[in-house]
């Protein structure tokens, strides 16, 4: 008989719960040699057999200690519901299921002192999305010809960098009757509409980093998709710095200017210019939580990219030393534009909030015209670490704060001037050509995405907790994580296959639904050709309501 | 669809070559309306070219209203035509009680202003016209300019020709550059502002065509000058970009192509002038238009010209002699105008390219 310890952690406390039959098992071992959460082990557990030794059925009982695997009843070890174990196993011996009776939030906290953390993801409303009530309704029939997706050319380029009004731009008018500009304009880059959205090396492992950079090499120089990677507060490779690869970069700074020595120490060599400079400020899935690295993380290649040593990597939630927002503009944007002589767009990303349209009307009004983008990232999105608190309760949806933005420009008549780029969730349901065309008709000049290239990457997390322990360096498929051994998972090669074949994809479906509306350049604005199924969607966004 | 057609000649041309030239294609549209703009102007007019002319279709009540403007922003009457309608019965044909041509001197205060003083006011006052009228349809003031006068109606273009009295020609009320559309705005509501040719500043356009940019258009334009207004029809938005470009930016027409049909991006980083036209499509990325059109437009000086849709998705074809350019969306327009041109100048632009027809007639085709 054992005796009841209720206070001891047990299994059904966990989120998951292993099945186990061992009557398949073979003990191969490979399952718990799997597991990087060390969520299973072997295990003795005593059985009664009954067995006959003689020709007619003469039964007897004899008591033997049988090995099997179990699983760790430990808060530091719980399962994750990851199913690697189950990948593995070769006679489909083992598997987790979700314990819809956990008790994991209370005695994560009673057990350890501390709020649970987890890799960014909203778990807690996984309810309809908006997106998904909104429908490209307006289709080109017997008024206009809708286009052919196949046979006409589509323009899909989206600008980053800071547009002047026509009036303001220095064009002078020669003898011949030709426009020259004879003065300074601010940097614009057309790029491909969906940037690859900033994870950094560190939070990423090398290899999958290294396979991003790889499919964004590989999408521009042989598919003539001009897609940009953000590189993440981080830094990046000196080699990289110095390549002519460094154009299709974007370089993140945050609070914590992680990498940025090296970054500064690699100008002077640097043989093209960066695509552009993002100035974090906030992240969607987090508002308000800085970046956190955990030390177990940081290992020797991180340390010397970032310049620091093997310790808990926190960027704080504010910009030291940043006060308002006419000084960010003031000191931040001036200073990264100077650095690069004002040939790179210098762009921001802030999380979406209630006073995004404020920040938005600062930057736009902004006498300098040096703000040349406004990245804003939703909740629902993100990959990086955070506490369950901030990724669970704070946070504000993308979709009405972007149509806000837009329409704040439109009634200063400064629209496009900055252009918005969003992001927070697109590309969940695993289509991001349609969430991004939507966000587009509601005013965005193009997307960007984190998460979903996770998934491209064969990511085995999900909305509904499974995984999400990017947190811990402990990533089981080698994405999230800086062990040598974790990272041999991953096939860089295949994950850049994955991503180009997923752009190559998504051109097409973007043209799909450009052809049907008859635009052959992207619908920035065109809210007429949404309709939305929710009433409070429609006249939240302005758009068509229909049933 | 709506059909649209253009003539611009040495000589005064009586409008009803306007209706031949519409009628012609009368398969192509829905007799649901017509409407006419004429600049250059001869016969009754011909004497007043340097003053402008309003052009109204009004109730009583909106004669008073117009007088009470006028006469208080101190405008004098100079020269008034009402055209002698034929109201018999049966004709299709929504007519208003009046259709008023004045003729005005320009207020004692303005005696000394600039040209530019001048155009603002006139602009300004059709626009108080306008308002001032427009509760209850009491009357619609359709242009304000010197040397031009504007007529539209909804009906049948046969009738509203038999109503008008134009299908007789006469040399009293001619004009050298005449635009003119058959359809009223079947899509959407009819209302007579609705109608091309729209006029601006001396600025007129109209189209054949939808603009799927019209939401974009309009957000942007409705910023950009006040009499960037009404929006009833998508193909307003050609002329408030034209306008625009033209005389509020000063870039000179061959721009405008590459303001509503910018060229893709592979193609302009071909080119020299790569850096100026991204600027342009940067800027005003809110103005480039997409879908079937065709565009006709007038500049203030008179110059005529056409241009189409990046796909070419929607037909023009002009046709000409010696005195006279006519532009139609369909051949036999141009033939019922001009039977005996050499057809093989007939020409059929293309969707990067606009045609150009100055005051001496040289037709030129301007590469985007
Ligand atoms: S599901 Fe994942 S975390 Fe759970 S036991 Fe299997 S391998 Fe370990
Ligand atoms: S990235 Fe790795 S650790 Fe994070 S959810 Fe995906 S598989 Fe799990």
């Not at chain 1, 980093?209 to 998709?225: D, I, K, T």
């Not at chain 2, 709506?2 to 519409?22: N, T």
């Not at chain 2, 110059?303 to 046709?319: E, I, N, Q, S, Y």
Request: with cysteine.
């Amino acid at each position: 008989m054992e005796t009841v310890k209720i206070n001891d952690i047990a299994c059904n406390d966990l989120p998951w719960k292993i099945q186990y039959h061992p009557e398949r098992c073979t003990l191969c071992g490979s399952c718990i040699a799997a597991c990087t959460f060390d969520a299973i082990g072997p295990k003795m557990e005593r059985r009664r057999l009954t067995f006959t030794d003689s020709a007619t059925p003469e039964p007897k009982t004899r008591f033997v200690a049988q090995p099997v695997i179990g699983q760790q009843n430990a808060i530091k070890n719980f399962c994750r519901g990851c199913g690697v174990c189950e990948r593995v196993c070769p006679n489909n011996a083992i598997s987790s299921s979700r314990n819809p009776d956990s008790r994991f939030n209370v005695v994560y906290a009673t057990s350890t002192g501390t709020g649970p953390k987890r890799g960014g993801r909203n778990n807690l409303e996984v309810q309809s999305r908006t997106l998904d009530t909104l429908r490209v309704g307006r289709i080109s029939q017997m008024t206009d010809p809708s286009l052919d997706a196949q046979r006409h050319t589509f323009d899909c380029l989206a600008p980053l960098g800071r547009i002047l009004p026509a009036g303001t731009l220095p064009l002078n008018q020669t003898a011949d009757g030709k426009l020259v500009q004879d003065g300074q304009t601010p940097p614009v880059r057309w790029i491909y509409p969906i940037i690859i959205g900033d994870m950094s090396i560190g939070a990423l492992s090398w290899r999958m980093w290294e396979a991003v950079s790889m499919a964004v090499a590989y999408l521009n120089e042989e598919c003539g998709l001009p897609v940009r990677m953000c590189s993440g507060e981080g830094g990046m490779p000196v080699r990289l710095l110095k390549s002519r690869y460094l154009k299709y970069m974007i370089l993140q700074i945050a609070s914590g200017h992680f990498g940025w020595n090296r970054i500064i120490q690699a100008m002077p060599h640097m043989i093209e210019d960066p695509a552009g400079v993002l100035i974090k400020i906030g992240q969607g899935a987090k508002p308000g939580d800085g970046g956190l690295l955990m030390a177990a993380k940081v290992a020797e290649h991180i340390q010397a990219i970032r310049g620091v040593p093997k310790a808990d990597l926190l960027s704080p939630p504010n910009h030291q030393g940043l006060y308002s927002i006419e000084e960010s503009v003031q000191k931040m944007f001036l200073s990264f534009n100077a650095a690069f002589k004002f040939r790179v767009p210098v762009a921001i990303k802030v999380a979406a909030s209630a006073t995004s349209v404020s920040v938005f009307n600062n930057l736009v009004r902004d006498p300098y015209n040096i703000v040349g983008g406004f990245f804003l990232d939703g909740i629902d999105g993100g990959t990086g670490a955070a506490h369950d608190i901030s990724l669970d309760h704070t946070g504000h949806p993308a979709v009405s704060k972007l149509r806000d933005c837009y329409l704040a420009a439109v009634a200063q008549g400064r629209q496009g001037q900055i252009p918005l780029w969003a992001a927070g969730g697109l590309g969940k349901t695993g289509n991001l050509a349609a969430d991004a065309f939507k966000m587009m008709c509601l005013g965005a000049n193009g997307v960007f995405t984190g998460k979903l290239i996770l998934q491209m990457a064969g990511c085995l997390g999900n909305d509904h907790g499974r995984c999400n322990a990017c947190n811990t360096g402990l990533c089981p498929v080698g994405i999230t994580t800086q062990q040598p051994v974790l990272v041999k998972r991953l096939d860089p090669e295949r994950v850049a296959e994955n991503i180009v074949n997923y752009f190559l994809a998504m051109d097409v479906e973007l043209r799909k639904l450009m052809a049907p509306i008859g635009n052959s350049s992207l619908p920035i604005g065109r809210s007429d050709c949404l309709v939305s199924s929710d009433k409070a969607v429609a006249d939240r966004l302005q758009v068509q309501y229909v049933c | 669809m709506c059909r649209i057609g253009a003539i611009k000649s040495r000589h005064y041309v009586h409008p009803s070559q306007a209706l031949l030239l519409m009628q012609s294609q009368q398969k192509g549209h829905d007799n649901s309306g017509f409407a006419m703009v004429m600049q250059d102007l001869g016969g009754i007019f011909e004497n007043y070219k340097h003053l402008p002319t309003l052009s109204l279709a009004c109730t009583d009540e909106g004669l008073q209203i117009t007088k009470a403007i006028m006469d208080a922003r101190g405008f004098r009457l100079v020269h008034e035509w009402e055209p002698e309608t034929n109201r018999q019965p049966g004709l299709d044909i929504q007519a208003m009680p009046h259709y008023v041509y004045q003729t005005f001197d320009y207020p004692d205060a303005y005696a000394d202003a600039s040209q530019e003083e001048k155009e603002q006011l006139l602009l300004d006052t059709r626009l108080e016209l306008r308002r001032g009228m427009e509760e209850d349809c009491k009357g619609f003031a359709y242009s304000f300019w010197p040397d031009v006068i504007t007529l539209k109606e909804i009906g049948d273009p046969r009738d509203i020709g038999t109503f008008f009295n134009i299908w007789e020609p006469d040399d009293q009320f001619t004009a050298k550059v005449i635009t003119a559309q058959c359809r009223q705005n079947t899509n959407y509501a009819i209302v007579r502002y609705a109608a091309h040719p729209f006029f601006l500043q001396g600025y007129t356009a109209l189209a054949n065509g939808e603009n799927t940019f019209y939401q974009k258009n309009k957000e942007f334009q409705q910023n950009l000058h006040r009499g960037y207004i009404g929006f009833e029809s998508d193909s307003q938005c050609f002329l408030y970009t034209l306008h625009h470009t033209h005389r509020e930016l000063g870039w000179p027409l061959s721009y405008y192509k590459h303001v509503i049909t910018p060229l893709p991006f592979e193609d302009v980083v071909k080119r020299e002038d790569q850096q100026q036209l991204l600027a342009m499509r940067q800027s005003l990325a809110h103005l480039e238009i997409n879908g079937p059109n065709t565009i006709i437009g007038v500049l203030p000086d008179n110059t005529m010209f056409t241009c189409c849709d990046a796909k070419k998705l929607r037909p023009v074809v002009l046709g000409r002699d010696e005195d006279t350019v006519v532009l139609s969306s369909e051949v036999c327009g141009v033939n019922e105008i001009l039977p005996n041109r050499n057809w093989e100048t007939d020409m059929y632009p293309n969707e990067r390219e606009i045609v150009v027809i100055d005051n001496n007639l040289e037709v030129q085709r301007w590469k985007q």
